[in-house]
């Protein structure tokens, strides 16, 4: 299995600026896809920003130019650094990873964090 563990959450101003990091550790043999997605209360999870495994990086419209993704495959690490936040982007943001594990038989899945929550205060 994989597991994700994110950190970097927390209450920011807007315009203010937070770095969010997720780590993927387990029987890992091989991750896709990895990235971020966020739920706002009463809305849909949506995808923030994915990067494919070299670093070909797709955003949604609203986060364009204030955020950006990275990733380091070798620690098997993805990072959201998030500028000029507004109060729109406040959401639980959640780690995500299109990965296959070592476990013998395994299938390529889709693997979540336990979500971190962003609140932009306005």
């Known amino acids: 299995q994989v597991q994700l563990v994110e950190s970097g959450g927390g209450l920011v101003q807007s315009g203010g600026s937070l770095r969010l990091s997720c780590a993927a550790s387990?029987?890992?043999?091989?991750?896709?896809?990895m990235g971020w997605y966020r739920q706002a209360p009463g809305k849909q999870r949506e995808s923030v920003a994915i990067v494919d495994s070299v670093g070909r990086a797709n955003y949604v419209d609203s986060v364009k130019g204030r955020f950006t993704i990275s990733r380091d495959n070798a620690k098997n690490t993805v990072s959201l650094q998030m500028n000029n936040l507004e109060s729109e982007d406040t959401a639980v943001y959640y780690c995500?990873?299109?990965?296959?594990?070592?476990?013998?038989?395994?299938?390529?899945?889709?693997?979540w964090g336990q979500g971190t929550q962003v609140t932009v205060s306005s």
């Open positions: 387990g029987s890992i043999f091989r991750i896709y896809g």
């Open positions: 995500y990873a299109n990965a296959i594990s070592l476990t013998p038989g395994s299938r390529q899945l889709n693997y």
